[in-house]
Structure formats: structure tokens, C-alpha cells
């Protein structure tokens, strides 16, 4: 059996196929732990995997959701520009957190 890490966004369009790859290497023996900001955390519970918060000070939860609306409330080059800084610093925040959120769960192990 093979300990396996998913990082993906909160965001319903990866959390979906994601959670359904998990649940499927679940279902073939593996473990299999998500690591995602909190809002990230019901979607992956309820598809019976467990899960790691990571970039809490980052992204507190709600986070998601302000995304969305800012995004909303954008238009033209500015929705470039608003997505390219949430998407620099989810990366940042992953490269930052999830080593050592790895390490702690075990995965891989």
C-alpha cells in the first residue's frame, strides 16, 4: 500500500477529478491524503479521504469564496492580473507548507 499526496486548488473544477482519482487508488488499497487550504477540506472529507490543511494564515477559510467574488466584480485585463497574483502566491504557499505537511502525514511513505 502506497501513501499518496494530492495538492490541487479549492476550486470545484480541480477538487472533483482530484477526489476522484484519491477515491479510486482508495478503493485499490492506497491511502491517500489531500493537502489544500481549508475550504478545500469538506469537498475532500466527503469523498472519504483524509486531509491536510496547509496555507491557513494564507488563505483563510472563506478564502475561496472572496476569490470568486473579486473575480466577479473584475473585467478584462484586471481578471488577468487578480488571477496571476492568487495563483503566485497559492504556489508560493505550497512550496512553502506542503514539504513539511508531507513529511508530517507520511506520505509517500
Known amino acids: 500500500m502506497t501513501h499518496f499526496g494530492i495538492i490541487c486548488p479549492a476550486a470545484t ?3 472533483n477529478p482530484m477526489t476522484t482519482l484519491g477515491y479510486e487508488l482508495q478503493r485499490r ?5 489531500v493537502l489544500g ?13 483524509e486531509f491536510q490543511v496547509i496555507g491557513k494564515s494564507d488563505f483563510p477559510k472563506g478564502a475561496t ?4 467574488t ?10 488577468l492580473q487578480y488571477t496571476i497574483k492568487w495563483i503566485t ?3 508560493k504557499m505550497s512550496l512553502r507548507d506542503a514539504p513539511e ?5 507520511g506520505i509517500g511513505v
Open 37 to 49: 487550504i481549508e475550504d478545500a477540506q469538506p469537498k475532500v472529507l466527503a469523498a472519504g479521504l
Open 13 to 15: 473544477g480541480h477538487l
Open 89 to 91: 502566491k497559492a504556489a
Open 70 to 79: 473579486q473575480l466577479g466584480n473584475l473585467s478584462g485585463f484586471k481578471v
Open 101 to 105: 505537511a508531507i513529511k508530517a502525514v
Open 29 to 33: 488499497g492506497h491511502r491517500v491524503t
Open 65 to 68: 469564496k472572496d476569490l470568486f
